[in-house]
């Protein structure tokens, strides 16, 4: 049985489980017509301690077979192997592995497949069918085993109330804890990676370089690889980018928030928040050929017209574009923001003298301060980590200028260059990619502990 299909049947399995804890606990209501097998909870949770148990053991066994399945077969069908193959060094023995399971999962393989790796391939199957049937029973078993049990354990005294919602706090303390755990991995790969580019590449040259040629010579006498890694260009393009782009989202998006909550009536409202909200849902390649085919000609057009030298690829270009894309962002957020400020702080003004946009200017903005700054944040953020838009209309030449009119490129710009291709992740080309996505971490959490300062300063101020 496929995985999927098991998991179809496991879904089907709790369903089950919950109907029936829950008629249980009505058939233990009932036995007494005298009012003496009152519930102690409600049958709804009878029937949700039932599907949770039919669900969290059988899930927790299905994912650590699978997760150890490929390991132990492996071990097993080398195992198997003849013994001139299993002596074979480790990276020998790899690529057989691989022809293995190539053969077994049907994609490419060499021409010529001996005997042995045939039998072997066999050999792989057959675990690998007998492990599926093998996880399809014990899940199903435990399943079944799990209903039966709450089923019996069932009665007037039974408090599943409290016994569901301690599993599900349990829950989300598990879910909150692999999130922490994995930014924590994350942050500590990029870190180990970064580590071992510092050690290639001195620190203080890599921050403080003015020139972006991570391309390492292979030859001494090789032309154009001169591979000097000074990231301030990288970073003063990124910067240059986003600050266009925010130029462009903060003030048409925060003016579009106030006016479509303090003075837009219902009907226009309605109508507008969506139509504005969808430009969050167009996909970045299309903003990109937008960007490269519409706004980066117009522009350089219209430099050519008053004598201004524009390049074909503009910062200006990816900028406006990229401002128009996280327009919703600002809007919406700030939008929901102002609506939640209480309608007392605005009645109390209005009843003091102040007129409508005094109102909104002196109170509603500044007890809404806080909101907003978290929506430009996320704008930030979404300006930073763009990288389709600037591909296509900013180029990937990296430019120490602040001219918006030349080429730039950005920081996710070059990580994806630097990552693209067969790369060996011991060469500085490569591993100067974790350190880029190190020190863009480092900025992002820098400026995010700057905002929050400010945010608790007019929050004190207001509240």
Known sequence: MSS??????????????????RRRAFAVADTSGRGQHILHSRPTYYGALAALWCALPSLIVFCFWRFFESHV?????????????????????????????NLVFGHIVPQEISP?????????????????????????????????????MISPKL???????????????????????????????????????????????????LDWSPQMAIRADQVGSSGAFGAIPVFMGTLLISAIAMCVAVPIGLMSAIYLSEYA????????????????????????????LVVAPLIRNAGVSVGLDVSSESALAAGLVMGIMIIPFVSSLSDDVINAVPQSLRDGALGLGSTHSETVRLVVLPAALP???????????????????VVMAAGLAANLTVNPLKTVTTVTVQIVTLLVGDQEFDSP???????????????????????????????????
């Not at 879904?11 to 804890?21: D, E, I, K, P, R």
């Not at 942050?187 to 203080?204: D, T």
Request: glycine share 8%; with cysteine.
């Open 116 to 152: 042995a790796i045939q039998e072997a391939a066999a050999h792989y199957t057959r675990l690998k069918t007998l492990s599926h049937a093998a996880l399809a029973v014990m899940v199903t078993t435990i399943a079944l085993v799990g209903i039966l049990w709450v089923r019996k």
């Open 371 to 389: 909101g907003i700054v978290g929506g430009v944040l996320l704008a930030v953020s979404r300006a930073i980590g763009e990288t389709m838009i």
């Open 429 to 463: 080309k490569t591993l100067a990619a974790f350190a880029l996505g190190l020190m863009l971490f480092v900025i992002t959490l820098f400026l995010n502990v700057i905002a929050l300062v400010v945010v608790r300063k007019y929050r004190e101020q207001y509240e």
């Open 159 to 209: 408090r599943a109330r409290n016994h569901v919602e301690n599993t599900v706090k349990y829950l989300l303390i598990a879910c909150s804890t692999i999130a922490i755990f994995t930014t924590i991995g994350i942050v500590l790969s990029v870190l180990y990676e970064a580590i071992r580019f510092f050690k290639i590449v001195p620190f203080h040259e890599f921050v403080f370089g």
């Open 4 to 21: 999927s299909n098991l998991l179809l049947v496991l879904l089907m399995l709790t369903a089950g489980g919950y109907f029936l804890g």
């Open 265 to 292: 009536n219902k009907r226009f409202r309605a109508v507008a928040k969506p139509l504005l909200e969808i430009l969050a849902g167009i996909p970045t390649v299309v903003y990109g050929f937008f960007a490269a």
């Open 73 to 101: 077969i492996t071990h097993l069908v080398i195992g198997g192997l003849p013994p001139d193959m299993q002596s074979l060094p480790a990276d020998r023995l790899g690529l057989v592995i691989n022809d293995i399971r």
